[in-house]
Structure formats: structure tokens, C-alpha cells
């Protein structure tokens, strides 16, 4: 399979096959780029103005950006982080303005075809700079640190937990954001007190947990195990003016969550993921060295990929079709 890059301007179908590798939207102004997501400053000129946050289908493991995209994931994230934030928004509200791209602003209109059910227009927040992680499970990070101190982010843990053990109650392990590609860090709640005071700090371990507790006993009553996942928040003005509090990003996605089916959990041991078992599987098959530059993949690795990233879209939302 070939993952051309579509032309900027909308010429022609985006059809099946096509990934979307790069996003390219003519004179618009990129904002921030991550491994797999960009954001688009809708008026660069107004330090306030809202963001376009764009996902793509390029998929990273081991901490890399693969050759090879996956036809459709930043749509299928899309429309599971939409489902969550519609979910979640009696317990917290969110960043997102709309995902309907006649609603974007009007430079945006020639590049719908690479836009559509991929992208949010989302209010400008003042980042905490914060990770906001919760944990149900004994897993990666968690299970590293609980090897080494028996505890994690400074949280003492029951001895004899194996790996991917549930956890007697989740809890709060925030990370510090590392700029550079590295990977986020641990750190003690006191070490979130001091990054945004007390108050924050409370109100942002307290929601994790809230949201935690509300979407992991959705995801249980359809098979599917919410082990961690990650949270970002932000602050912005309310009607009346009052900073409040916005759950902002991407949420509870593969990418920003580990998600197991349930019929496939046996604690005492890694419990692969679901969605890009086949690819680190693949990867591991070829022996890479894990240093740039990072392979592509086979069709069989792309496809069966899609279908699971389309699979666990299905349980979550109970839709069949994006
Ligand atoms: C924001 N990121 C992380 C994500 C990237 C970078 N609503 C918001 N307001 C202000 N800033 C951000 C958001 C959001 N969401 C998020 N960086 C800034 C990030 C994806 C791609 F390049």
C-alpha cells in the first residue's frame, strides 16, 4: 500500500488507501506539531484565538514516526475523543468549539478533504504543564517504578503486585512535559503543587480521578479494560469571565490510553495492547534498531492495524461506521 500525499487544496477523492502523512493548509499558520498531531492558529495575528487541532494517520512505536500511516486513524481518534468529551461533559467541560468543517473559519474551506471528521476547532487554554495520569493498572512506567521503589509518583503500593495486577484503587501519577521528543517524567503530587499551586493541584488530581471512575466503568460494561490513560488541561475565561478549568487535547484515545479487552486479560505478565500489537510485533520481527530512520509497513501490518483501531471505535461508541 502507498500513502501518497494529498494535495493541499481539494482535487480528486481522498480515497481508502490514502493516509494522511502531512497536513498542509495553504498560508494557515502552523501552531505546534506533534508526532502525530498538528495545530493550526485559526488568527495568528490574535495571541487568543482559537486552535484547529488536526489529527493525522501517522502512528509512532517506540517512540518513533513510522514511514507508513494508517488510513483513517486520525478520524477513527477523532471520533472517539468527540464520543468522550460528549460523555464527560457533565463532570468537566471541554476545549472543543466543533468538529463540523463548514463551522471552521473561512480559510479553512478549500482544505475540507484533508479536514473532515479529523479535526476540532478547539478555544485557546493556558496549559497546565502537567500530565494528568491515572492508572487502574499495573502497567509500563508504573510497573517500572514499582519494581525499582514499590512505589509510583511517590504513591506507596501493597507489595507482591505483578505486572498488570489491578490496582486496590486508581491513582493519581502525574508526568512533567519534556519538550524534546524525550519521555514525560514522574513526579510526586507535591512536585504538581509547586509547578501550579495548591488549589490547582487538587482540582486536577480530583477531576483525573472523576473521569477515570466515569469512563473506565463505560469502557468495562463493553469488554474493554481502560488500564491508564493520560489527561491535559487547561484554563480558560468562562462566560462571566472566571478562569476555568477545560479538559483539553485528544482523550481516551489508543494513543493517549491503554486499552485491553477484556477477554484477553492475564495479569503476571505484559498485556498487549490493542491496537498496535501487530506493528510492534512486525517491528520486532525485522530487528530494528529502533533509531531513525523508522520503517514503513507491510499492507498486512496497515490493514489489520486499521481494523483495530476501527474495532475498538465500535465497542467504545457502539457505531459501526465513522
Ligand atoms: C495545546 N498542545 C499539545 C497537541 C501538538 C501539541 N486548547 C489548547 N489551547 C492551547 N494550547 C493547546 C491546546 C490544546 N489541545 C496542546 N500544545 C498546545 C499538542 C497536539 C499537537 F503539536
Redesign the pocket.
Known amino acids: 500500500m502507498h500513502n501518497p500525499t494529498v494535495t493541499p487544496e481539494n482535487k480528486g477523492p481522498l480515497t481508502m488507501q490514502e493516509a494522511l502523512l502531512k497536513t498542509d493548509l495553504g498560508d494557515n499558520k502552523l501552531?505546534?506539531?506533534?508526532k502525530v498531531?498538528?495545530?493550526y492558529a485559526v488568527d495568528p495575528a490574535n495571541p487568543n484565538s482559537d486552535?484547529l487541532?488536526i489529527a493525522s494517520d501517522r502512528i509512532s512505536a517506540f517512540d518513533h514516526v513510522l514511514g507508513s500511516g494508517i488510513p483513517d486513524k486520525g478520524r477513527i481518534l477523532t471520533q472517539i475523543s468527540l464520543f468522550w468529551f460528549d460523555f464527560l461533559k457533565s463532570v468537566v467541560p471541554n476545549?472543543v468549539i466543533t468538529s463540523q468543517v463548514e463551522e471552521f473559519p473561512a480559510s479553512f474551506a478549500p482544505f475540507s478533504r484533508q479536514l473532515e471528521g479529523r479535526t476540532m476547532l478547539?478555544?485557546?487554554?493556558?496549559?497546565f504543564p502537567v500530565e494528568c495520569v491515572v492508572r487502574g493498572y499495573l502497567s509500563g512506567s508504573g510497573w517500572k517504578d514499582y519494581q525499582a521503589t514499590g512505589a509510583v509518583c511517590g504513591i506507596k503500593l501493597p507489595s507482591g503486585l505483578r505486572e498488570s495486577d489491578r490496582l486496590p484503587k486508581p491513582i493519581f501519577t502525574p508526568a512533567a512535559k519534556i519538550n524534546t521528543g524525550g519521555h514525560d517524567e514522574n513526579i510526586s503530587f507535591d512536585q504538581v503543587v509547586e509547578a501550579v499551586g495548591e488549589e490547582y493541584a487538587h482540582k486536577l488530581r480530583d477531576l483525573t480521578l472523576a473521569i477515570y471512575a466515569k469512563a473506565s466503568a463505560y469502557a468495562a460494561s463493553k469488554g474493554v479494560i481502560l488500564a491508564d490513560t493520560k489527561f491535559?488541561f487547561?484554563l480558560?475565561p468562562d462566560q462571566a469571565g472566571t478562569p476555568t478549568i477545560?479538559l483539553?487535547?485528544?482523550v481516551l484515545t489508543p494513543d493517549s490510553s491503554r486499552y485491553w479487552p477484556a477477554d484477553q486479560y492475564a495479569p503476571g505478565g505484559p498485556t498487549p495492547s490493542f491496537d498496535k500489537q501487530f506493528v510492534r510485533d512486525y517491528l520486532e520481527s525485522i530487528h530494528w534498531n529502533k533509531q531513525a530512520p523508522a520503517p514503513s509497513l507491510p499492507d498486512d501490518v496497515v490493514s489489520r492495524t486499521r481494523e483495530k483501531y476501527m474495532h475498538a471505535f465500535s465497542l467504545l461508541t457502539g457505531r459501526e461506521n465513522l
Open positions: 501552531f505546534a506539531t506533534g498531531r498538528d495545530i486552535l487541532f476545549h478547539v478555544r485557546r487554554a493556558q496549559m491535559e487547561g480558560a477545560l483539553a487535547d485528544e
